[in-house]
T-cell receptor, first 116, second 109 residues
């Protein structure tokens, strides 16, 4: 099992540009989570999906952020336009249907985003 | 609003010591509590998951306890090794994970 796959691993962009982060969950997992980690706020849940449907997006900071899950094996987190305060490490995680969001979550390696 | 606090924020110890990391949370209405390890530049690795009905879980040199009524959990690391150096995060699950700020552990030879 390859685990949760995220791309790119590092992204450097300029303020105002669109940024797209990608995630492939573990095969067979029905829950997918996007998190953001910063020094100031720690690790925060942005949004999670169940069977490709967004369940809770209350953590999405503002309308510049959007997330999609077009199929069971792929999800994107998009920031448009990006701002320097969006600089952070973004993690994707997945878990199985059996336990749902209360089961163990498996994390990807993260995407380190720097907005200049 | 659920808040999760971890003490200490950082810890540096010589190899071989037994360690206790602390986690406290404000709302006892949780499904479970998880301890994770994070290495620099890496993602999180789940170490232990304690269901709300359980008191403790053990995995090798790690033992985690949960006292839901008092809003506390501890992670005990026996006979620490330099390879244990990492940041340890606890997270309570209230249908989504709420993380503490972590304890940065350094074990030196």
């Amino acid at each position: 099992d390859a685990g949760v796959i995220q791309s790119p691993r590092h992204e450097v962009t300029e303020m105002g540009q669109e940024v797209t982060l990608r995630c492939k969950p573990i095969s067979g997992h029905d829950y997918l989570f996007w998190y953001r980690q910063t020094m100031m706020r720690g690790l925060e849940l942005l949004i999670y999906f169940n069977n490709n449907v967004p369940i809770d997006d209350s953590g999405m900071p503002e309308d510049r952020f959007s997330a999609k899950m077009p199929n069971a094996s792929f999800s994107t987190l998009k920031i448009q336009p990006s701002e320097p305060r969006d600089s952070a490490v973004y993690f994707c995680a997945s878990s199985s249907l059996a336990g749902g969001p209360i089961d163990t979550q498996y994390f990807g390696p993260g995407t380190r985003l720097t907005v200049l | 609003k659920q808040e999760v606090t971890q003490i200490p924020a950082a810890l540096s110890v010589p190899e071989g010591e037994n360690l206790v990391l602390n986690c406290s949370f404000t709302d006892s209405a949780i499904y479970n509590l998880q301890w994770f390890r994070q290495d620099p530049g890496k993602g999180l690795t789940s170490l232990l998951l304690i269901q709300s009905s359980q008191r403790e879980q053990t995995s090798g040199r790690l033992n985690a306890s949960l006292d839901k009524s008092s809003g506390r959990s501890t992670l005990y690391i026996a006979a620490s090794q330099p390879g244990d150096s990492a940041t340890y995060l606890c997270a309570v699950n209230t249908d989504k994970l709420i993380f503490g700020t972590g304890t940065r552990l350094q074990v030196f030879p």
